[in-house]
């Protein structure tokens, strides 16, 4: 089998950390791979290892028959990535970042414009195309990232947790991108929480757990030596030791809720005290007529509170009519506020 990256007891350690613990990984060419694992686990450090952003504190890697060590220009040539935390530059625009990815890249300028096109329409970014990276939301920059990843036409993909906070529109249309490309001879490495997608594109897992490689292969042959029938989460939950994993009792939160269920129940209590006072009108106010808004003057009246006539309550902080006031003033606060 043609392997698109490999490596022999790859290890990571930050300190007296071991964040990466000697992994054997073996992605096929062609393959979807999800590389799974809780919070923690080691997924980030491992690709960040493997694309250059880190250096590994030792084992070896290759990738698509190219050692890093030797050549890691040849290897970035060939490989694109998304890392966990992106790395734009804040003050280009999203099309001039594109235009430096694919300079640095050396794209001809036909093909860079022709390739910055279809991928900011498939991303829904066209339109913002022309802001800067700094204004965009966290989704728009995961879309950006991708968009820069896939620009040189990469033969290997590196995904951190690509689908996070991105909407199901685009969701989709990546799927079905990064499907085609593997299709196409691509090779994509995959991280993502959300089991479903990695349940619906991948064709390979890997999983990690403290740093350690607990299971890898076809997806199919984790199926079948798990008992048939299990969902990825299943699978998932078991590989890491979780699938017994119980909630605390926590009462402190339980007595919180109830609580907050009873202070609920005596607030609704007090607006329907307060409204039986407003749906009282004062002596003063009429009624307009049906025909005339606002009266029979046809000018509008100006609103007032209604008085309270007991006493009590006029006092008490927990009267209605404080709480109709108090709403009063809210209303006064979302007026929009005056320029000067
Ligand atoms: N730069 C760093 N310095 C020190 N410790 C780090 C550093 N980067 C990661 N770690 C630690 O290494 C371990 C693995 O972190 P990593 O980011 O690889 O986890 P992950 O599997 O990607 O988790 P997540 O699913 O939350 O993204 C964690 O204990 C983390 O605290
Ligand atoms: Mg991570």
Same mark, same amino acid.
């Given at each position: 089998?043609?392997?698109?990256?490999?490596?022999?007891?790859?290890?990571?350690?930050?300190?007296?950390?071991?964040?990466?613990?000697?992994?054997?990984?073996?992605?096929?060419?062609?393959?979807?791979?999800?590389?799974?694992?809780?919070?923690?686990?080691?997924?980030?450090?491992?690709?960040?290892?493997?694309?250059?952003?880190?250096?590994?504190?030792?084992?070896?890697?290759?990738?698509?028959?190219?050692?890093?060590?030797?050549?890691?220009?040849?290897?970035?040539?060939?490989?694109?990535?998304?890392?966990?935390?992106?790395?734009?530059?804040?003050?280009?625009?999203?099309?001039?970042?594109?235009?430096?990815?694919?300079?640095?890249?050396?794209?001809?300028?036909?093909?860079?414009?022709?390739?910055?096109?279809?991928?900011?329409?498939?991303?829904?970014?066209?339109?913002?195309?022309?802001?800067?990276?700094?204004?965009?939301?966290?989704?728009?920059?995961?879309?950006?990232?991708?968009?820069?990843?896939?620009?040189?036409?990469?033969?290997?993909?590196?995904?951190?947790?690509?689908?996070?906070?991105?909407?199901?529109?685009?969701?989709?249309?990546?799927?079905?991108?990064?499907?085609?490309?593997?299709?196409?001879?691509?090779?994509?490495?995959?991280?993502?929480?959300?089991?479903?997608?990695?349940?619906?594109?991948?064709?390979h897992l890997?999983?990690?757990?403290?740093?350690?490689?607990?299971?890898?292969g076809p997806m199919a042959d984790l199926r079948a030596g798990?008992?048939?029938?299990?969902?990825?989460?299943?699978?998932?939950?078991?590989?890491?030791?979780?699938?017994?994993?119980?909630?605390?009792?926590?009462?402190?939160?339980?007595?919180?809720?109830?609580?907050?269920?009873?202070? +609920? %129940?005596?607030?609704? #209590? *007090?607006?329907?005290? &307060? $409204? =039986?006072?407003? @749906?009282?009108?004062?002596? !003063?106010?009429?009624?307009?007529?049906?025909?005339?808004?606002?009266?029979?003057?046809?000018?509008?009246?100006?609103? +007032? %509170?209604?008085?309270? #006539? *007991?006493?009590?309550? &006029? $006092? =008490?902080?927990? @009267?209605?009519?404080?709480? !109709?006031?108090?709403?009063?003033?809210?209303?006064?606060?979302?007026?929009?506020?005056?320029?000067?």
């Amino acid at each position: 089998m043609e392997l698109a990256l490999e490596t022999r007891a790859l290890r990571k350690t930050f300190g007296d950390l071991v964040a990466v613990d000697g992994i054997d990984l073996a992605v096929p060419r062609g393959s979807f791979y999800g590389f799974l694992g809780p919070n923690g686990a080691g997924k980030s450090t491992t690709i960040k290892c493997l694309t250059g952003l880190l250096e590994a504190t030792s084992g070896a890697t290759r990738i698509l028959d190219i050692d890093p060590a030797v050549d890691p220009i040849g290897v970035k040539q060939r490989v694109g990535v998304v890392p966990e935390d992106l790395a734009l530059f804040e003050r280009l625009t999203g099309a001039e970042t594109l235009s430096f990815v694919g300079r640095v890249h050396g794209l001809a300028p036909a093909a860079l414009r022709e390739r910055a096109r279809d991928l900011l329409e498939l991303m829904s970014l066209a339109q913002a195309a022309g802001d800067l990276v700094a204004d965009y939301s966290h989704g728009m920059r995961k879309k950006l990232a991708l968009a820069a990843a896939l620009l040189p036409a990469p033969r290997l993909l590196f995904l951190d947790e690509p689908f996070e906070g991105v909407d199901a529109v685009a969701s989709r249309q990546i799927k079905e991108l990064l499907s085609r490309f593997v299709q196409g001879g691509g090779t994509v490495f995959l991280t993502s929480h959300i089991l479903e997608i990695v349940e619906r594109l991948c064709d390979h897992l890997g999983v990690i757990h403290r740093g350690k490689l607990v299971a890898q292969g076809p997806m199919a042959d984790l199926r079948a030596g798990t008992g048939v029938g299990k969902t990825l989460e299943a699978i998932f939950l078991e590989l890491v030791g979780a699938e017994k994993a119980s909630l605390p009792a926590m009462e402190w939160l339980r007595s919180a809720a109830t609580s907050s269920s009873a202070s +609920r %129940a005596s607030r609704a #209590s *007090s607006r329907r005290r &307060s $409204s =039986s006072c407003l @749906s009282a009108p004062p002596p !003063s106010f009429s009624a307009p007529s049906a025909s005339t808004p606002g009266g029979t003057s046809g000018r509008r009246e100006p609103r +007032r %509170a209604p008085s309270c #006539s *007991s006493p009590a309550s &006029s $006092s =008490s902080s927990s @009267s209605p009519c404080r709480s !109709s006031s108090r709403s009063a003033a809210r209303r006064k606060d979302r007026r929009p506020a005056r320029r000067d």
